[in-house]
């Protein structure tokens, strides 16, 4: 479902209306145009020439599936939400209760405030404070920004404002698509070495050469999990045979997850989850 954008001045909020992701942000470049939520820094619409190149919901809605959040200060799940600081166990809350993890960092239900903006792009920022489980003050902050080629780029940073070092992954989680063209009748092309094996609660175990049925370095088409290491900067393309897609990551963000799955409507959507490794920032 197309979101009803605020209003044709970027970061300008509606009056009559309000909505469940909060304040929207609105940026354009010549046929592009990008819509970032308050809430969760989400990428909740990308278009071009009219085409939506990302999954969207409506006015009333939180993002359903985490669609288009960023997440910080950690990607995907901690099992039992239990993680260990210099050997010291560290307890988050449970947030995934149906599978006992602490799912997709402690921003994804936070605001973001508005730190800079121009008509191109627009860099929001959020406050991570110091809590049972990851005993850090920080700040997360989401630049957007549409480039002269109309390609929309996303970069994130992670301060650590604490007086130790501050352990952290940051992600991203759009689903792409390619206007109504259902996924059935596009190619997924994902450039990658090494495949992470999951279990049913979505936790890695292992890691394996992408091969036979996960290798995407040619043309395929897939539906189901994988997560996957790839080498130097690469792009992830979901294109029909008139239009195409692409997600470029830079090389600090190794890990990209990927999936297709059905919608609430018959059409399908993509998801390419990326995250980077993890760090320790000093102060």
């Known amino acids: 479902m197309p979101p009803t954008t605020p209003s044709s001045t970027p970061g300008e909020e509606t009056v009559s209306r309000r909505f469940a992701s909060g304040r929207q942000f609105e940026i354009r470049r010549g046929d592009?145009?990008?819509?970032?939520?308050?809430?969760?820094?989400?990428?909740?619409?990308?278009?071009?020439?009219?085409?939506?190149?990302?999954?969207s919901y409506g006015d009333a809605q939180l993002p359903p599936g985490a669609t288009g959040i960023?997440?910080?200060?950690?990607?995907?799940?901690?099992?039992?939400g239990i993680w260990y600081l210099d050997g010291k166990k560290q307890q988050l809350d449970i947030t995934e209760v149906s599978r006992n993890n602490a799912s997709h960092g402690l921003l994804r239900n936070s605001s973001y405030a508005l730190v800079a903006e121009d008509e191109f792009s627009v860099t929001l920022e959020a406050v991570i404070f110091p809590q049972h489980g990851y005993p850090?003050?920080?700040?997360?902050?989401?630049?957007?920004?549409?480039?002269?080629?109309?390609a929309l780029r996303v970069s994130q940073s992670f301060i650590n404002d604490s007086a130790a070092p501050a352990p952290?992954?940051?992600g991203a989680h759009p689903y792409l698509r390619v206007g109504d063209v259902p996924p059935e009748e596009m190619v997924l092309t994902v450039h990658a070495g090494t495949r992470l094996v999951a279990d049913e609660r979505l936790i890695p175990r292992s890691s394996v050469p992408v091969d036979g049925d996960f290798d995407f370095g040619a043309a395929g088409v897939w539906v189901a999990w994988m997560s996957m290491w790839r080498s130097r900067i690469w792009g992830?393309?979901?294109?029909?045979p008139a239009k195409r897609c692409r997600r470029r990551m830079a090389e600090a963000s190794p890990w990209s997850r990927t999936k297709a799955a059905p919608t609430s409507t018959s059409s399908s959507r993509i998801l390419f989850r990326a995250a980077r490794k993890r760090w320790r920032l000093s102060p």
């Open 32 to 55: 592009a145009l990008a819509v970032v939520t308050e809430l969760a820094a989400g990428l909740r619409l990308f278009s071009r020439d009219g085409v939506q190149l990302t999954e």
């Open 70 to 80: 960023t997440l910080a200060p950690w990607a995907n799940r901690i099992e039992d």
């Open 136 to 150: 850090f003050l920080a700040r997360h902050q989401v630049h957007y920004e549409i480039d002269a080629g109309l």
């Open 168 to 170: 952290f992954v940051l």
């Open 236 to 240: 992830s393309t979901a294109a029909s």
